[in-house]
């Protein structure tokens, strides 16, 4: 009775909650980004990036920080996730550590179950997400409220202008459907977990299609941007409106309304990418979108691997990459997975840097001789392969 009386409150709540017409995605003011992937080739950083800076990361008594999936930050810090300590490494912008937050597996108090996300809220504070409930923090990782929600959001965003939410269901339906049974890719909630919209109908074909990504909440400026799995939109969030801000294209080789359709002919969305997108290799998903002052990093999915796209906003030339190779500082390739106005951002393993330049050395002296090597050697000399991991500002040119 109790969860009969539950689902028909929050019905209600949200049938009160939401506007009652859907709104339109405005796409008149969107620019198209034609990505041709047969002209891809290998490509040197240095054609994007203008320096590397690496910093490693230092934590108290020389603490281990596990594996991190995830770097978010704001005006004054930046946020590390840590998925399997399950917590979060806050520094300052300085990198000078600040603080440790965990996020114990569990119901208790300001413990989460599947712990998956982590946000900055106002006045510095932090939210951690897990399975239908939220936690606040204050930078000094004092509990300050908790919150169980309905939708099954996986990763999220704060909005101050709004002061709210923004979720991410990941092409799946669980406490996102409105009075038509329309079931909603972004929820709008509040502190207590009142949902207050849902944006981004979920189309059918899609449903529980879902993909590993770094970020799908990126950051640019004050924007905030968003981008779907099995979408080539990449949408920006302006309070309770929604733009598509840029349209990717994929000549001949995108994925296609005529395949998506034959999703109905499977009862596993598995096996369907399996049998008709990833059999075809077609580009169908984006795994990475990230923006500064001057250019646009994508990284796109195609059949079982992919490739990149750069594109300069100041001339308007880009280019289609295969693959990437260093030849800055002819260190080892780090994972890009956020940005600045000026910079992206990453991080690598000292464990894959020194192995990287002790394979440079054996085998290819002449760029491990290479003067503009020496600031890695040296960098090389002052850590351990357990060191914990060197976080990387790639200047964008």
Not at 189 to 201: A, H, K, N, Q, S
């Amino acid at each position: 009775m109790r969860k009969n009386l539950f689902g028909t409150l929050f019905i209600i709540v949200l049938a009160c909650s939401c506007t009652n017409q859907p709104r339109e995605i405005n796409s008149n003011n969107s620019k198209e980004l034609i990505i041709d992937i047969e002209q891809a080739r290998t490509v040197g950083l240095s054609e994007f990036i203008q320096e590397m800076q690496y910093t490693p990361l230092k934590t108290p008594g020389n603490e281990f920080m596990g594996t991190i999936a995830k770097i978010i930050h704001n005006e004054n810090y930046y946020g590390f996730l840590d998925k399997s300590k399950k917590s979060a490494w806050i520094y300052d912008k300085e990198l000078n550590f600040i603080n440790e937050i965990s996020f114990p597996e569990g119901r208790g108090a300001g413990e989460l179950e599947y712990f998956s996300d982590i946000t900055f809220g106002k006045e510095n504070t932090l939210y951690a997400l897990g399975l239908f409930k939220f936690i606040k923090f204050d930078i000094d990782g004092e509990l300050l409220k908790e919150t169980v929600i309905r939708p099954q959001i996986s990763k999220f965003v704060y909005d101050q202008e709004i002061d709210m939410l923004v979720g991410y269901m990941n092409n799946y339906t669980s406490g996102n459907l409105d009075e038509n049974k329309v079931a909603y890719n972004l929820v709008y909630l509040d502190e207590d977990g009142t949902v207050y919209d849902m944006r981004l109908p979920i189309d059918k074909r899609k449903e529980t299609m879902a993909f590993l990504t770094f970020e799908n909440f990126p950051s640019y400026k004050n924007e905030h941007i968003f981008f779907s799995h099995i979408d080539f939109n990449i949408y920006r969030i302006d309070n309770f409106d929604i733009d598509v801000k840029y349209q990717l294209s994929f000549p001949n080789q995108g994925l296609t309304e005529d395949i998506l359709n034959l999703r109905y002919n499977f009862e596993r969305q598995s096996k369907f990418l399996n049998d008709e997108i990833r059999s075809r290799n077609v580009v169908y998903s984006i795994g990475s979108f990230l923006e500064t002052e001057n250019q646009i990093y994508i990284q796109y999915v195609q059949g079982r691997s992919g490739g990149y796209f750069v594109y300069n906003k100041e001339n308007q030339e880009s280019f289609v990459a295969s693959k990437f190779i260093n030849d800055i500082d002819n260190g080892s390739l780090p994972f890009l997975v956020s940005s600045d106005s000026t910079s992206y951002l990453g991080l690598i393993e000292p464990y894959d840097l020194i192995r990287h330049l002790h394979n440079l050395r054996d085998e290819e002296p002449q760029k491990f001789n290479d003067p503009k090597t020496r600031e890695l050697i040296s960098l090389v000399n002052t850590i351990s392969e357990n060191s914990n991991p060197i976080f990387i500002q790639a200047i964008a040119k």
